[in-house]
Every structure is written in C-alpha cells, then in structure tokens.
C-alpha cells in the first residue's frame, strides 16, 4: 500500500459488520505501537484503530491490515537525524474538525523541530466538542504552545536559550484569537485554561505564524490523505530513504 489509510475512511462502530478475535486485533495494534516510535507517518492510523480495539469488527481489522502492508512496501524509510543540525525550533499545530464519526470530535496533531530533525509528534482526539474550526485549531494551538514552553525550559538545561518558539497554524482565525480576542462573543465558551495561549503569545514566550494548509506538516497527524498530499508531508516530517 502507498498509504497507511485510504482518504476515504471512515471508522464507526459498524454495528452490522462481523466482529472479529478481539486478542488478536489489540495484539496487532500493540505491535504498531511499538513501530509507531520510529514511524510518525503511522501514528494517525494506528491511534485511530487503536479507538476500536475494545470490540473490533471486520472493517476495523482490514484498516489495520492495510497499515501492515503499508509499512511492507516502506521498510526502506525512516528518520533522518543529520549531524550539525541547528536549535531552532518550531512546532506546527493542526486540527480536524469534527472528524471521528463516532462522537464528532476533532483531532488534534502537532509535531515539533529542533533545526531539521524532529524531535515530538502527537495525535490525538479533543476530550470535548468544538463548535467550530476556529475553536478545534485554538485547542491545537493551546496544545503546542505547552510542548514550546517544555522545549524552551528543556533547552536552558544545555545553556541554550530561545527568545521565542514560533507555533506554524493554517487558521487565520485562530491566530486572530490568539493575539486578541476579537471574535470574544462566538468564542466566550472555550474554556479558560486554553487562553493561556494568548497570555503567553503576548508575554513574547511564543508567537503564532500563518502558514499554508498544504505546508502544515502536523496535517498528517489529523486525517488520512491522498498519496501526493501524504507524500508531500511525510517527506516533511524527515521520514526518507536510508542514507548510506
């Protein structure tokens, strides 16, 4: 397989399709897991399977199965890490909003950069419903401003110190909100603990880019993807053929 999913997947329940050995299924995930360390090109697939391991039926072993075959024809990649590399660093946020089809919340992705190599990737459903796109790319934002101030703190460990970590967003929105809340009437419900993002943004801790939607290398970590868009951005996330 070219992928790990196909871009039209969509994984519910599927109450009317055969269940299947619950064992062996959560033993195959397991094992994913335990790729998925070297592999971020995985992580969405398998963390979404990983939603339907409790009572797995035959359309949920056959989404498992494909990402065994993707991973057959895709030995040959693997992280490329080169010597020399900068401290720069940079973490990029996205969401997908309203995507699990079976509770309708969205997915959050973000991955993090010290120079060219990368160092953090996370993918994971939001615990609560955003009522809009802005509202699921805030919470992303929230959640990578957090991984930038563990990074700053980690970095003053080896005597480096960054002025600020730039966090790479695709909403425009979302980063309107960030630097002032100027849509405060349709955003009032969020909760208070994600607005330390804008408290931090305006502290000069981190600050919040624009960046294009087909360049946001987390969105990898949110959907599945058509085989350019996938390529394009697993190439981004460092994942290349072995370099003798």
């Known amino acids: 397989m070219k992928t790990s999913m196909s871009s039209d997947t969509k994984l519910t329940k599927d109450e009317e399709y055969e269940s299947v050995d619950s064992t062996k299924c959560r033993g195959m995930i397991g094992s994913l897991l335990y790729v998925m360390e070297n592999r ?8 979404l399977c990983a939603r339907f391991q409790e009572a797995p039926k035959t359309s949920h072993l056959e989404a498992v199965k494909r990402i065994f075959r993707y991973i057959k024809g ?3 990649l693997g992280l490329w890490s080169p010597k020399g590399t900068g401290i720069e660093t940079v973490v990029y946020a996205d969401s997908d909003h309203v ?6 919340n969205s997915t959050s992705g973000i991955c993090t950069f010290v120079g060219c190599c990368l160092t953090y990737w996370f993918s994971k459903k939001q615990t609560a419903l955003a009522i809009s796109t802005i509202e699921a790319e805030y919470v992303s934002a929230r959640k990578a401003c957090q991984r930038a101030l563990w990074m700053k ?17 695709d909403n425009k929105g979302a980063i309107d909100l960030s630097k002032n809340p100027v ?10 603990r994600h607005h330390f993002l804008r408290d931090n943004a305006q502290k000069g801790h ?13 969105e990898i970590l ?5 085989r350019e868009s996938f390529n394009y951005l697993r190439l981004g996330l460092g994942m290349m053929e072995d370099i003798p």
């Not at 981190?206 to 946001?216: E, G, R």
């Open 40 to 47: 971020p090109d995985i992580m969405f697939s398998v963390c």
């Open 74 to 76: 895709t030995t040959h």
């Open 99 to 104: 995507r699990d089809y079976v509770d309708r």
């Open 153 to 169: 703190q980690a970095l003053i460990d080896y005597d480096v110190r960054l002025d600020d970590i730039p966090i790479m967003c």
């Open 183 to 192: 849509q405060h009437s349709h955003t009032k419900h969020i909760k208070i």
């Open 206 to 218: 981190i600050s919040i880019k624009k960046v294009l939607s087909v360049d946001n290398i987390a």
């Open 222 to 226: 949110t959907k599945p993807l058509k």
